[in-house]
């Protein structure tokens, strides 16, 4: 029960904090995503050139005895609004993967285009990791179908950067 109470304080102080967002102009930003149809977590990187735009990229490798699968990414940002420790962005992004494909038994090549609205934020005093979540439309390749689908990632699946 103790536990449960523990769990339950941290959450909510991590909720109830201000989330703002510092100027990330010229740092670069290494982390995670997991934004792919084909939920394969993948590393990111994001570089801040000005204030206006962005760049950045992605790699994920799975490498097993039923084969090797990667997934590689470039995505451009266009920040649209900025607060003091917030940013409001569109995004346009383009990925190829390999996976699975459960009818021949083999490796299948796919492709994700992503057009996104989103938001980075941080909290005061952690103005080093960045979280951020998306949402917008997808045109993909996956499973032998092309599709449009919506969109919507949140802080943890869309992205957390480190900014060095």
Known sequence: MRNLVAAIFVFS????????????????????????????????????????????????LDSSSEGTFYAVGLKYYRYIYEEPQLNFYSALGANLFTYQD??????????QVDG????????????????????????NKYEGESRIQTLGVNFIQSAIHFYL
Do not use: P
Request: aromatic share 14%; hydrophobic share 40%; glycine share 14%.
């Open 116 to 139: 996104t609205f989103g938001s980075e934020f941080s909290f005061q005093g952690l103005e080093s990791l960045g979280f951020s979540f998306e949402f917008g439309v997808s045109f």
């Open 102 to 111: 459960t009818e021949s038994d083999g490796t299948a090549n796919g492709y």
């Open 13 to 60: 102080s991590i909720l109830c904090s201000n989330a703002w967002s510092a100027s990330l102009v010229g740092r670069l930003g290494i982390g995670m995503s997991n934004h792919l149809v084909t939920d394969m977590s993948v590393l990111s990187m994001k570089l801040q050139r000005n204030r206006s735009s962005a760049f950045g990229g992605s790699f994920g």
